[in-house]
């Protein structure tokens, strides 16, 4: 590999790993968001319906304490998952060099397979297997990466996780929750809530759809129509329970 094709395979490589970095912050926030936005949304429009005008307090006082409960959880959550990849990933390659070890002729094999499905020549093949194999740690790493299907995850990823999810949570659930501090009657503080909360979910759902190649309108309606249907029905649970 000549020098000007050794900088673009760099170049292209670390390329790739911001691109991953950005689509895990992304994925984090969508997932701390969604639900920030939703569960409290329909947490306020339930007391709404059960509390009277006098005790508006106890809404965003238990708006507030569910977001906290919930950002936490959520960002616990994501720390657990990302904990879980590492470990994954670590049991996955102790197991890969013990193969090498015991049984390579047959990794070796692998290896062949994979350069014969790009459709190279035997005798490539043969050379490509033997270049690959000369090192254990690259060879190792490319059985992770086309054998296995796995990259491997930055060690720091858990804490990033649980920070993004934890505060796009806390962010997401104070979009419907603020309202209640500024009115003096519940209805009026739902119907404010309400208003402010579709509006975002409408443009959460439209980027959301973009980022997943979904069509971004019907995606948008359809995350609005579900947090709706959520306040809603939590909304007509506390008035039933009421009477």
């Known amino acids: 590999m000549n020098q000007e094709s050794s900088l673009q395979y760099h170049h292209d490589m670390k390329h790739t790993e911001e691109h991953m970095r950005s689509s895990d912050i992304l994925r984090d926030i969508v997932i701390g968001m969604s639900d920030g936005l939703t569960v409290p949304f329909a947490l306020a429009a339930g007391l709404s319906g059960a509390v009277g005008p006098a005790h508006i307090n106890l809404i965003w006082i238990a708006g507030l304490a569910e977001i ?5 959880a959520m960002g616990l959550g994501g720390y657990l998952a990302g904990n879980t990849e590492v470990d994954h990933y670590n049991s996955e390659l102790k197991r890969e060099y013990d193969e090498v070890e015991r049984v390579p002729d047959m990794e070796k094999q692998e290896v062949k397979e994979f350069f014969s ?3 190279l020549s035997q005798d490539v093949q043969e050379q490509a297997v033997e270049e690959m194999t000369k090192d254990k740690d690259r060879w190792v790493e490319f059985m992770m990466k086309y054998e296995l299907g796995l990259d491997k995850p930055d060690p720091r990823r858990a804490r990033k996780s649980a920070f993004n999810i934890g505060f ?11 309202p209640y501090f500024f009115v003096t009657e519940s209805l009026t503080g739902l119907k404010i809530s309400a208003v402010i909360t579709l509006i975002c979910l409408f443009i959460f759902g439209y980027f ?6 979904v069509h971004p309108l019907g995606g948008a309606i359809r995350v609005m129509v579900i947090g709706a249907l959520a306040a809603g029905c939590a909304f007509g ?3 039933l329970i009421q009477h």
Not at 168 to 178: A, D, E, K, Q, W
């Open 117 to 119: 499905n790009l459709g």
């Open 208 to 213: 959301k759809s973009k980022m997943t190649n």
């Open 237 to 239: 649970v506390a008035k």
């Open 68 to 72: 906290a409960a919930g950002s936490i």
């Open 168 to 178: 796009s949570y806390i962010v997401g659930g104070m979009i419907p929750l603020s």
